[in-house]
């Protein structure tokens, strides 16, 4: 699944980008002022809670109730990163990329969770003309308080097809090279701002579009346009480094694993890779899935996620 950011152009929009980050912004800093606005059963959860009483005497003296409170305020201090499954949304090209200036990135979505979200939140935003009510069963499942509570909005905001990216808590995370896949320009984005996106992620096989009008529609349609920098690339006429250790399973995808360190190599984050092999979890047999561990620069500690299929690798060296 592919997801898409709309940006304004600015100097941090850009400098975010060629750094591989995006902020995670908290609840009171989203142009909605009616986020996490929802409504709680209270008489069927009370209600709950005293029957467990009087069935358990000796359970704690915490309730479903203080439990689902502390954690409506403890998620208020989550991030939020807002994207929207298309990049031809007139209204986003006007609201949230400075009147059609900007850019809009599009990520691939699995490959965007494979570093520091692995772990988080991921959902499409709901759009309701009332507000959620959460009730007992909410809470026997996995995430419906959250869904509710950080995953839905009025349906006036029902044009903006949001997915949402709730992270533990706000602030920078940094992503891989390859989770951006295209950058679409808008109608009225400066010149020197295009060639200057392209020149800072020159070499990383990234498709360039710029927006225009449909004839006789109202409706936006994307050109693609020359890469400045089509002939370099980050890849080619690089060695791998690490030399993985090849057994009876690994020998057949020899060049592959090769090129698949190759890559992991020019991550930034990366300071050394330290194994690869087969994937035993995803990918097919016509597609088999490469996974590798790496030293990582970010924070000193072994990363042990990052998978690149047979695919993907062969797409990259062409």
């Known amino acids: ?60 003296d915490e309730s479903f109730q203080s439990i689902l409170n502390t954690f409506i305020i403890e998620a208020k201090k989550f991030g939020i990163y807002s994207l929207s499954k298309n990049y031809d949304n007139e209204l986003l090209w006007a609201y949230y990329s400075n009147s059609h200036q900007g850019f809009c990135i599009e990520y691939d979505l699995d490959i965007l969770k494979q570093f520091q979200l692995n772990d988080e939140f991921f959902s499409d935003v709901e759009y309701k003309e009332y507000l959620p009510i959460i009730s007992l069963e909410d809470i026997q499942h996995d995430h419906f308080v959250t869904k509710k509570l950080l995953a ?13 990216i ?33 020149k800072i992620l020159k070499g990383r096989g990234i498709k360039y579009y710029k927006m225009n009008h449909k004839n006789d529609l109202y409706e936006l349609e994307r050109n693609e346009i020359e890469d400045l920098y089509k002939d370099d690339s980050i890849y080619f006429n690089k060695t791998n480094k690490f030399i993985p250790e090849l057994f009876e399973e690994t020998k057949p995808y020899e060049d592959l694993l090769k090129k698949a360190i190759i890559i992991l190599e020019q991550e930034p984050m990366c300071e050394n890779v330290t194994y690869v092999g087969l994937s035993t979890s995803k990918g097919t047999k016509e597609n088999p899935v490469f996974f590798l561990s790496y030293d990582n620069k970010l924070d000193s500690t072994p990363t042990l996620n990052y998978f690149i299929s047979k695919e993907e690798i062969e797409s990259i060296f062409g």
Do not use: C
Request: hydrophobic share 35%; proline share 2%; glycine share 4%.
């Open 1 to 60: 699944m592919n997801v898409y950011k709309y940006r304004s152009g600015s100097v941090r929009d850009i400098e975010a980008l060629m750094n591989n980050q995006f902020y995670s912004a908290s609840l009171e800093s989203l142009n909605d002022i009616q986020e996490a606005k929802i409504q709680i059963n209270e008489a069927q959860i009370n209600l709950f809670d005293s029957l467990v009483k009087k069935m358990s005497p000796l359970v704690q």
């Open 152 to 164: 839905t909005k009025s349906i006036s905001w029902k044009h903006e097809e949001e997915f949402r």
């Open 166 to 198: 709730v992270t533990g808590v706000s602030g920078l995370y940094h992503f891989y090279n390859r989770s951006v896949k295209s950058i679409y320009f808008g109608y009225r984005t400066p010149d020197n701002t295009i060639k200057l996106i392209m």
